[in-house]
């Protein structure tokens, strides 16, 4: 993702693809695009107010239609069972889609991913941009890569 706005489109080209009982992991470093994805697939549902990030709160809830989305970031645990002792494993339901800021905080505690997104800048000292590499974790995950490829975008495995 070259920029910001290229990360919104991509969000809005993945959010309708995006179903029921869905755990979507954002990865990367501070800054690369994970909370600007989770406010572009938020706005692709058709969300209009605040997108905020929940690195303070650890979870932000939407509700869309008649699906919530939840949109954590684990960035501030210091220790997995965090997760846990949070009650944070209740919120990842089959009408839900689960939005996963920093998931390897909660390694071994935050259910699997359908998809996984990884952000991290660009290599080339040049280029400001940042790169997407986008994997299928599950059968529902590869559908909507799938569906992006279909679209005429280059996607991950």
């Known amino acids: 993702m070259p920029n910001p706005e290229a990360t919104m489109a ?40 605040p997108v905020k990030s929940p690195t ?6 939407y509700v869309v239609s008649s699906i919530y989305w939840y949109h954590f970031d684990f960035y501030r645990l210091s220790e997995p069972e965090e997760f846990d002792d949070a009650g944070l494993g209740e919120y990842f339901r089959d009408d839900a889609v689960c939005l996963v800021e920093w998931p390897e905080k909660a390694a071994g505690h935050v259910p699997p991913a359908d ?4 952000f991290r800048f660009a290599d080339n000292a040049a280029d400001s941009g940042r ?18 490829k279909n679209l005429g975008l280059d996607v991950g495995s």
Request: net charge neutral.
């Open 56 to 61: 303070y709160t650890l979870v932000e809830v």
């Open 131 to 148: 790169v997407l590499e986008l994997a299928a974790c599950t059968e529902a995950g590869q559908k909507c890569l799938n569906a992006l």
């Open 115 to 118: 998809l996984c997104l990884v």
């Open 10 to 49: 991509l969000g809005n080209q993945l959010a309708p693809l995006l179903g029921s009982g869905m755990v979507i992991w954002l990865s990367g470093e501070l800054g690369s695009g994970k909370t600007t994805l989770a406010r572009a697939l938020l706005r692709g549902v058709g969300h209009l107010g």
